[in-house]
């Protein structure tokens, strides 16, 4: 399931990048993709935490360490 997220997740960020590429201007281009490389993995390392927490694989006391 983690795997699924991550495979999602990183669908979507080429899919953005393609919107953006063609209907964005040249300059906000960069920027925008610098956020995108920030906010991709780190989105799917919460989302696939909660969900290790969820179904049990790990407590929350010792999920964050």
């Known amino acids: 399931m983690v795997t699924g997220l991550w495979g999602a ?6 899919a953005l990048r393609v919107v953006m590429a063609f209907t964005l201007p040249v300059d906000l281009v960069p ?3 610098v956020v995108l490389i920030v906010v991709t993995p ?9 969900y290790g927490r969820r179904i049990g694989l790990t407590s929350p006391r010792t999920a964050d360490v």
Request: proline share 0%; glycine share 12%; charged share 15%.
């Open 42 to 50: 780190a989105l799917a390392k919460v989302l696939g935490k909660a």
């Open 31 to 33: 920027v925008l993709s």
């Open 9 to 14: 997740g990183l669908l979507l960020d080429s």
